[in-house]
């Protein structure tokens, strides 16, 4: 979503008249996106920031202005800090104003010395004031959902990106055959609970992802279909028919179960025990028998025993996922399970990931291996690690690099597998 939100940031600029630079110090205007999901990634705001200042104090010294901004969700949870610990910053705007930026800026010269600061939720959609979500072709994301009214009770999202919102259908449709016009030939449709998307259509018509998916697949030229991310108490057996039904819908799916212990899912407020969530994976397995899961693993909530642990892995075993994300608990500041009092000591979190990762990895690893020799449909649109090599993604997000030319860029070609590594694939072109 905050690569999303970046380009979006882009777009208004761009509007505006500025352009890019990929050389900070010659930027005269510099804004971070930012995540508060874990203390990590929100303490790398503040190291960031320190950075971006010596090199406005450079540039002053040249005599040149640079206006600093931060933008997204460590603003909507800390607004005060950043007047405090860093007033140098201009601007900081939540994730659900920077629709506002055009006037923060004309607003910057008039500041007095304190930081514009706005978090507001406000009542308009922010995407009703966007600029045009212009095809960079290949894979373009589009957003149809934002905020969570699950409050997993780790999680800042609810408190950040506010509560459930659903754009209309029409906008999203009109969205995806302007991407797809301009150039895209797959389109991700995201949002924190994607699949509790309930958009109203022309009549008023509360629908679902499904219905949108069925919608999207009709768009001429539009080859691949993703949704990001799910939850799995709202996947409909609607949605599992759309794995069999379309064949543009990628066989792939991020599907978050965050632990495969009963009693931590309850104290974490997930709305599905393991047996509900493997019950899905079943179901989905069986609308295509060719389907690849993902998921995000949290380790180390409070009260998580070695008996909660081994539940974990036992997910693992079971499902063999064929890529995953996994994460140890932090304590995130106005969340309920940051005042847990059963909190896990931080060496065992991290022995627990390491095991939890090296199984993880064993599956991809194995997942990979099975891919050489195969022939993949893969879409390149990156540019690959050394000169004369492009970067695709096959059909269930693996990275393949290949050797190729630019006239195969935003193309999907069909590719050989020919190595595999943990993290990527590599291939080579089919010759007809
Ligand atoms: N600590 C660790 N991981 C977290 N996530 C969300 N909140 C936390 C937290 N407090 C993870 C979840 C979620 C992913 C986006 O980030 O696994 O699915
Ligand atoms: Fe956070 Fe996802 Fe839970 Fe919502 S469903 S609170 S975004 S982890």
Redo the contacts with the bound molecule.
């Keep these: 979503m905050n690569v999303y939100d970046s380009k979006r940031i882009g777009d208004i600029l761009h509007n505006m008249g500025y352009a890019e630079t990929s050389v900070l110090h010659d930027a005269d205007l510099i804004i971070l996106n930012t995540c508060h ?2 203390e990590k990634a929100a303490e790398k705001v503040f190291s960031d920031l320190g950075r971006i200042k010596k090199i406005k104090d450079e540039r002053a010294s040249e005599g040149k202005t640079t206006v600093i901004g931060v933008i997204g969700c460590v603003v909507q949870a800390e607004d005060e800090e950043i007047a405090r610990r860093v007033p140098y910053v201009d601007f900081a705007m939540g994730p659900l104003t920077y629709h506002r930026l055009p006037e923060t800026l004309l607003n910057i010269s008039r500041r007095q010395g304190t930081t514009i600061i706005d978090t507001e939720f406000p009542a308009e959609a922010k995407f009703d004031f966007l600029p045009e979500n212009s095809s960079l072709g290949g894979c373009s994301f589009l957003a149809i959902q934002e905020g969570c009214n699950n409050f ?1 009770t ?4 609810p408190y950040t990106r506010g509560a459930e919102y659903s754009r209309p259908v029409a906008d999203v449709i009109g969205e995806a055959k302007k991407l797809v016009a301009t150039g895209s030939l797959e389109i991700n449709l995201l949002g924190q609970n994607v699949n509790s998307y309930h958009g109203e259509d022309v009549f008023g018509k509360e629908r679902n992802i499904a219905y949108l998916i069925r919608e999207l697949a009709k768009i001429d030229g539009l080859k691949r279909i993703r949704y990001t ?1 799910s939850y799995p108490a709202d996947i409909n057996d609607d949605l599992i028919a759309c794995h069999k039904d379309i064949d543009i819908l990628m066989p792939y799916l991020h599907l ?1 179960i ?1 632990s495969g212990s009963n009693k931590i899912l309850k104290a974490m407020n997930r709305r599905h025990t393991a047996e509900d969530y493997l019950k899905v994976v079943e179901k989905l397995k069986k609308a295509n028998p060719k389907i690849g899961m993902s998921s ?3 380790v180390g909530f409070p009260g998580e025993t070695d008996e909660d642990f081994q539940a974990t892995l036992d997910v693992v075993n079971e499902v063999k996922y064929i890529q995953a ?1 996994s ?6 500041p106005g ?1 309920p ?1 940051a005042v847990f009092n059963n909190q896990v000591l931080e060496k065992i979190k991290e022995e627990r990931l390491q095991i939890l990762q090296n199984l993880l990895f064993s599956y991809q690893l194995k997942f990979n291996k099975e891919s050489i020799g195969k022939i993949m449909p893969v879409l390149f649109d990156m540019k690959g690690r050394h000169k004369g090599q492009l970067l695709g993604r096959t059909p269930y997000m693996q990275n393949l690099h290949a050797d190729l030319d630019a006239s195969f860029f935003n193309k999907i070609v069909d590719i050989k597998v020919t190595n595999a590594t943990t993290n990527s694939l590599s291939g080579e072109i089919i010759k007809g």
């Design positions: 999901i874990r997993c780790y999680c800042v999202v991310t978050p965050q995000d693993f949290i994300y994460f140890k608990y932090s304590k995130r969340t399970a």
